[in-house]
């Protein structure tokens, strides 16, 4: 059993920047793959980025891609996903995710992952 805390949303201004972070409870956590989706309203659950298990390699959505940065430290147990030049459209609610089971050509997918956190507010304004 993983749990899953996220902080550091907030509101911030186009172009400016914000770290979420995540910390995961439990044994083991660096064998977890760790994923952030985010949600805006009235859509549904978007991939951002992810870190696999032992943190062995990182994938990005194409629209955050050269902007958000996924990192681990897995002696703290905690993932983090730095965003610069923030957009209006990235304006949503960020959830951290985290499976030890989930395959490369999955991760992508919010149905691969068993633990979730409470997500965290990001509000872009103009």
């Known amino acids: 059993q993983v749990q899953l805390v996220e902080s550091g949303g907030g509101l911030v201004q186009a172009g400016g920047s914000l770290r979420l972070s995540c910390v995961g409870s439990g044994r083991a956590f660096s064998s977890y793959t760790v994923a952030w989706f985010r949600q805006a309203p009235g859509t549904g659950r978007e991939f951002v980025a992810s870190?696999?298990?032992?943190?062995?390699?990182?994938h990005y959505a194409d629209s955050v891609k050269g902007r958000f940065t996924i990192s681990r430290d897995n002696a703290k147990s905690t993932v983090y996903l730095q965003m610069n030049n923030l957009k209006l459209e990235d304006t949503a609610v960020y959830y951290c995710?985290?499976?030890?089971?989930?395959?490369?050509?999955?991760?992508?997918?919010?149905?691969?992952?068993?633990?979730w956190g409470q997500g965290a507010q990001v509000t872009v304004s103009s």
């Open positions: 995710a985290a499976d030890s089971g989930v395959i490369l050509s999955s991760h992508y997918s919010s149905s691969s992952y068993s633990y």
């Open positions: 870190s696999r298990r032992y943190g062995s390699s990182t």
